[in-house]
């Protein structure tokens, strides 16, 4: 039996635990009764973020380039799936695949779910469908009695030019990140504002915050200019075997780019697809992801640089002895020969190696690098696309570092750049020695109607006017000489061949990369234009592949934007 001490004792317990519970409910119920009611509202609230259409994106003269519409993505729902295969034949005829490729598709997605490692990649069995065939295929399966589908609503981009300028345009993912080209570099332009939809259910409506579409862009492209480039890439590719090319048409005086193309280029409607399959490669784009040895388009910089300074004029004339040993490290000229006395004319026309070589070393590391640099190389030179790659310029505080280094890059061996840096270097000549910063976009406007117009950028006089003109005189006289099959009819060029070997891990193959750039009409040049063919099998030199491709393009370039001709 309980003695009355330890009766008391459990008493006074019990009390006080009643008394702490209705203390407390009394804290819970009445002080924070407000706040826990305003939380437990809150979690029956869904807040849906939104986003509304990109900005559209159309060349100059306002072609339509792409553009965000209403569609649908089209999920695999394991919940309500019951018959894989009566599914899959409703959804076979949208995707345009047989049925039976359609249901594996399916199939494997509830193999992984099961797993539990689904990816947003892995759930998606079809992308930016439109409306109206979203709502066929939702009746298609009601009627039949089968469920297995999920259908979101978002916004997909449209590309309707279809492959033209994919490579520049870049595209947008699922999750509506941009990739690539002007897509990536503007996303915050073209991307609308995040609103958001608060509300208790479908008939409950809270509140929303609505977004607001993205900017447009106009871009500096000409379709017609870019539709012709890019057949005529194409064509040169068949035509001389070469693994891949690059063509790129440049406004001299304002840096705008006109046309620009890649091949192999890719479909940005079929971004998405190519981005999860084996040839995503086809995602870079070479004239500003990837950098490449020029070759000998750069001996024309080498001889600008050394007028410029004092160290050559015209009227030097340098020995060409055929060979030249720099630190242990032999350097020839292309065909092997030497030329005796030659001129500045006769190196650009026979495009000499050594006495290239003998121009920069008397010129000095110093000042060859400080130009080097102030043409555009080492460094990025700002154009508008994303990814754009530096390249690589040993200089003298590289420990690897030789006067070998200094006597290969006089001739754009032994350094890399990308095709637009090279443009932009050799465009310093054509526009009397001023470096312009390249750039594809040329306006912006918000839907309120603000308009940012984007102006030609002078990034700094490289050489004098005197110099530029100098050089290109050359480069006339040159071309006259060496590479007639580059000047199209009624118009004087102004141009310069490079060819540099081609390496596959390390190991120096058969094969080439050629470059052509010029400009015309030379005493005035009106558009710079660059054609690089990387390995070309029916010749190693850019006389006899990318030449001709330069004149063709530079032919119809010259009509399509009205230039006159200067030589008639």
Request: a positive charge.
């Amino acid at each position: 039996m309980i003695s009355t001490k330890r009766m008391r004792v459990l008493v006074i317990c019990i009390a006080l635990a009643l008394a702490l519970a209705t203390l407390r409910a009394f804290h819970v119920q009445i002080l924070e009764g407000p706040r826990y009611a305003a939380a437990a509202r809150e979690q029956q609230v869904e807040t849906r973020l939104v986003l509304g259409p990109r900005g559209a994106i159309f060349d100059r003269a306002g072609h339509l380039l792409a553009i965000s519409q209403r569609a649908y993505i089209v999920r695999v729902n394991p919940r309500t799936i019951t018959d894989t295969a009566a599914v899959a034949a409703a959804l076979a005829p949208l995707l345009g695949q047989p049925a039976d490729q359609v249901r594996w598709r399916i199939e494997a997605i509830l193999a992984d779910q099961r797993m539990l490692t689904p990816t947003l990649e892995t759930t998606v069995v079809a992308y930016n469908v439109p409306p109206q065939a979203a709502r066929q295929l939702t009746e298609t399966l009601q009627q039949a009695g089968r469920g297995g589908l999920a259908l979101t609503e978002t916004w997909a981009r449209w590309y309707p030019q279809g492959p033209t300028a994919g490579p520049t345009l870049g595209f947008i993912n699922l999750e509506d990140a941009a990739y690539g080209g002007i897509e990536a570099y503007y996303d915050s332009r073209l991307r609308s504002s995040v609103g958001s939809r608060r509300a208790r259910s479908r008939l409950d409506l809270i509140t929303i915050t609505p977004t607001q579409q993205g900017a447009d862009l106009v871009m500096t492209l000409d379709l017609q200019l870019q539709h012709y480039v890019e057949q005529r890439l194409a064509q040169a590719i068949q035509q001389t075997g070469a693994e891949r090319g690059t063509i790129i048409v440049m406004e001299t005086a304002s840096g705008a780019i006109l046309a620009t193309a890649s091949w192999p280029g890719y479909d940005p409607n079929r971004g998405l697809e190519l981005a999860s399959s084996s040839e995503r490669h086809l995602l870079r784009d070479p004239a500003v992801n990837e950098a490449y040895e020029p070759g000998s388009v750069l001996k024309p910089l080498t001889i600008a640089t050394a007028l410029d300074v004092g160290s050559v004029t015209t009227q030097t004339i340098l020995t060409d002895t055929g060979r030249l040993v720099i630190s242990n490290k032999l350097i020839r000229n292309a065909e092997g020969t030497a030329h005796g006395r030659v001129t500045l004319e006769d190196i650009l026309a026979h495009s000499l190696n050594v006495p290239t070589a003998q121009i920069a070393l008397d010129l000095g590391a110093e000042v060859f690098y400080r130009y080097l640099k102030r043409f555009g190389f080492g460094h990025p030179i700002g154009i508008d696309l994303s990814g754009e790659a530096v390249g690589v310029v040993r200089t003298p505080i590289d420990p690897a570092w030789s006067r070998a280094d200094l006597a290969t890059n006089s001739y754009g061996q032994g350094l890399s750049a990308t095709p637009y840096q090279v443009i932009n270097a050799l465009n310093v000549i054509a526009n009397d020695g001023m470096l312009m910063q390249p750039y594809l976009v040329k306006r912006s406007q918000t839907p309120d109607g603000e308009i940012i117009h984007r102006r030609p950028v002078q990034v700094a006089q490289v050489i004098s006017k005197e110099t530029a003109r100098t050089v290109r005189q050359l480069m006339i006289a040159a071309t006259r000489r060496a590479v007639p099959g580059a000047t199209p009819r009624g118009y004087t060029v102004a141009g310069k061949t490079g060819t540099a070997d081609w390496y596959l891990n390390g190991k120096k193959q058969d094969t080439t990369i050629v470059t052509y750039v010029g400009f015309l009409p030379a005493q005035r040049p009106k558009i710079t234009i660059l054609v690089k063919l990387d390995q070309p099998r029916t010749s190693r030199w850019a006389a006899h592949t990318a030449a001709p491709v330069f004149r063709d393009v530079a032919e119809y370039a010259c009509h399509a934007l009205g230039i006159p001709p200067d030589n008639l």
